[in-house]
């Protein structure tokens, strides 16, 4: 094909050729923005909401059960959004006249999302979602989910070529995926796993990674010394023991206490920073443990919301995060993470004063300059006015 000639007087032509165009274009209808193939493919890629039926629960222990999620065809999804292994959904369900989300790692592996995503639940104490889902999901029942989010995946520019993986609790959910994106071809790197645990029957997912072959697995238990497996914690010679000479990347998930043991153990290391990662999901529960914790003058605050033209009081503990505060005082808020990475629920500050821990303030530097706060993560130390978006 013979390639255009570069002048300046072509470049020039080109806005006075589109005019003309659009001036002497057919009078008719525009197609709408949905019908257009670049639309459509973003639309499957990163819809909106995601509709899904259960349509699977095995029971994995006697506080986790494994829902798989398969597309609520009746309601408008036709087929799972693709994601990267490490990435989460966030699910949403009605308890008690109050909106809640929570974000809930994808387990299985990313070709399998051609069918299904599986996710691990935990009961936890006093856990609004957590409890609604084991008591109130049942084969059939309707989920609604956002598409998948969050960073926690392989990258190859940035990460080294082995990663050793630190999992604990229901924080192998993640390394799950990776483990079967590595046995069916779509990550290539190499995975060390030290999968931790109080006991042996703690490891719900031990018996899929015997069954992988392209993954070293390490199960360590803390309060157990049995022949094959690590007796203690993912500390600095554990990890050194497993890990290749030279460079490797440590990601991390699991329970809170956990980041704060393998991130110190991290820096005996000497790894480099964009070599260590960690998974959050949740907000900090427990601000008072957090080293430039602002302690509070009163128990709670008022919080009034704008959103969409409507005002809205609701009562925060000083020490609970606000976000918590709007989901139970029925204000629907947008939210992923829910531990201040993502910026979904990025709200203004209209006034009064909040505390965000600087551990998991994922703000941009214009954002605390000009007011802005991520809700799932600040505590109020004023009352405060903010003005929410409203939930997508
Ligand atoms: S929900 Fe992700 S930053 Fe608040």
């Known amino acids: 094909m013979k390639k255009p000639k570069l002048s300046l007087l072509n470049f020039l032509k080109i806005v006075p050729d589109r005019v003309e165009k659009i001036e002497n274009a057919p009078d008719k209808e ?46 408008g999804t036709k087929r799972l959004a693709p994601f990267g292994a490490g990435q989460y959904i966030s699910v949403t369900v009605n308890a008690g ?34 409890n609604y889902i084991h008591e109130n ?82 199960y360590v238990l803390s309060d157990e010394e049995k022949p094959g497996f690590e007796h203690g914690f993912a500390d600095a010679g554990l990890i050194k023991e497993y890990a290749p000479d030279g460079d490797f990347s440590l990601f991390v998930c699991g329970p809170k206490a956990m980041y704060k043991f393998v991130g110190s153990e991290a820096k005996k290391l000497g790894l480099r920073r964009k070599f260590v990662r960690k998974e959050v999901q949740g907000e900090p529960t427990d601000p008072q443990n957090e080293p430039d914790y602002e302690l509070a003058d009163k128990e709670s605050y008022t919080v009034t919301v ?15 995060p606000i976000l918590r505060a709007l989901e ?25 004063r909040c505390y965000t821990p600087a551990s998991c303030d994922g703000r941009r530097e214009a954002d605390k300059i000009y007011g802005y706060i991520h809700p799932c993560i600040a505590f109020p130390r004023e009352d405060i006015t903010i003005e929410v978006p409203p939930a997508r």
């Open 328 to 352: 139970r005082g029925g204000v629907s808020a947008p939210s992923r993470c829910r531990s201040g990475e993502c910026g979904f629920c990025h709200s203004r500050l209209v006034s009064g």
């Open 97 to 130: 006249g109050c909106t809640y989300s929570r974000p809930y790692s994808i387990a299985s592996s990313p070709l399998e999302a051609a069918e299904f995503y599986e996710i691990a639940v935990k009961r936890v104490k006093d856990g609004i979602v957590s």
């Open 306 to 320: 704008m959103q969409n033209g409507t005002v809205k009081t609701v009562v925060c503990g000083a020490d609970e």
């Open 30 to 75: 525009p197609k709408p923005s949905s019908s257009y193939k670049a639309n459509e493919l973003a639309a499957s890629l990163h819809p909106a909401v995601q509709y899904l039926t259960v349509s699977a629960i095995t029971k994995l222990s006697d506080d986790v059960k494994l829902f798989r999620l398969t597309p609520g065809k009746a309601a």
């Open 137 to 218: 999901w049942t084969v059939g029942t309707a989920v609604t989910a956002s598409d998948p989010c969050g960073e926690f995946g392989y990258e190859p520019l940035r990460d080294a070529k082995t990663v050793v993986c630190a999992a604990g609790g229901v924080g192998i959910t993640p390394f799950c995926s990776m483990a079967k994106a590595i046995n069916e071809g779509s990550e290539s790197f190499d995975m060390v796993l030290l999968y931790c645990a109080r006991k042996e029957e703690d490891l719900i997912f031990k018996s899929e990674f015997d069954a992988m072959s392209g993954v070293k697995a390490v």
